[in-house]
T-cell receptor, first 109, second 111 residues
Framework: DAKTTQPNSMESNEEEPVHLPCNHS???????IHWYRQLPSQGPEYVIHGLTSNVNNRMASLAIAEDRKSSTLILHRATLRDAAVYYC??????????FGKGTLLTVNP | DAGITQSPRYKITETGRQVTLMCHQT?????MFWYRQDLGHGLRLIYYSAAADITDKGEVPDGYVVSRSKTENFPLTLESATRSQTSVYFC??????????FGSGTQLSVL
């Protein structure tokens, strides 16, 4: 399975935008880029996913590089409730997700 | 209520005992997954299932058994529990190619 690389941790201030990077240089043409987040003491929660084009939903935006070897999850205005571990994952044809260690996002008031 | 539920929420057992963790989903999703989460390892896939009666191993299947006789249920059995299986276990389901929905988890302690 193709792997992803994320920073271990990032910090942001409340109401400021947050850009969470992810490298996936070995991505294959059929892999979807998924983002999940996990709040303390909860199961992971879907955030967004995409294949080639940038994607927006009510939670976040996903910017995918033209060569698809990297992507960025954008939280437009971070809130304290966005403090979580964010996972960038590639989902291949067998539909299973392999989680890495993710990025721990701290949001300062 | 619709959704994915795991039971029990907490379980304490002793080494050598058999333990079954239950997972039930009401969406009729084709795919179901079992993950374990440990400090320092993140989430690791134990087993997954693409449909009833179809299961496959994930990254860490040793010591676990799964079955899927019905689409909505995907129990995970530890045949002879060991201390190294102390962990938080998450079940998830999805439709083909779509996002995963996770349960609230089962915290298992093996003494």
């Amino acid at each position: 399975d193709a792997k992803t690389t994320q920073p271990n941790s990032m910090e942001s201030n409340e109401e400021e935008p947050v850009h969470l990077p992810c490298n996936h240089s070995t991505i294959s043409g059929t892999d979807y880029i998924h983002w999940y987040r996990q709040l303390p003491s909860q199961g992971p929660e879907y955030v967004i996913h995409g294949l080639t084009s940038n994607v927006n939903n009510r939670m976040a935006s996903l910017a995918i590089a033209e060569d698809r070897k990297s992507s960025t999850l954008i939280l437009h205005r971070a809130t304290l409730r966005d403090a979580a571990v964010y996972y960038c994952i590639l989902r291949g044809s067998n539909y299973k997700l392999t989680f890495g260690k993710g990025t721990l996002l701290t949001v300062n008031p | 209520d619709a959704g994915i539920t795991q039971s029990p929420r907490y379980k304490i057992t002793e080494t050598g005992r058999q333990v079954t963790l239950m997972c039930h989903q009401t969406w009729s999703h084709s795919y179901m997954f079992w993950y374990r989460q440990d400090l320092g390892h993140g989430l690791r896939l134990i087993y997954y299932s693409a449909a009833a009666d179809i299961t496959d191993k994930g990254e860490v299947p040793d010591g676990y058994v799964v079955s899927r006789s019905k689409t909505e249920n995907f129990p995970l059995t530890l045949e002879s529990a060991t201390r190294s299986q102390t962990s938080v276990y998450f079940c998830a389901s999805s439709e083909r190619g779509a996002k995963l929905f996770f349960g609230s988890g089962t915290q298992l302690s093996v003494l």
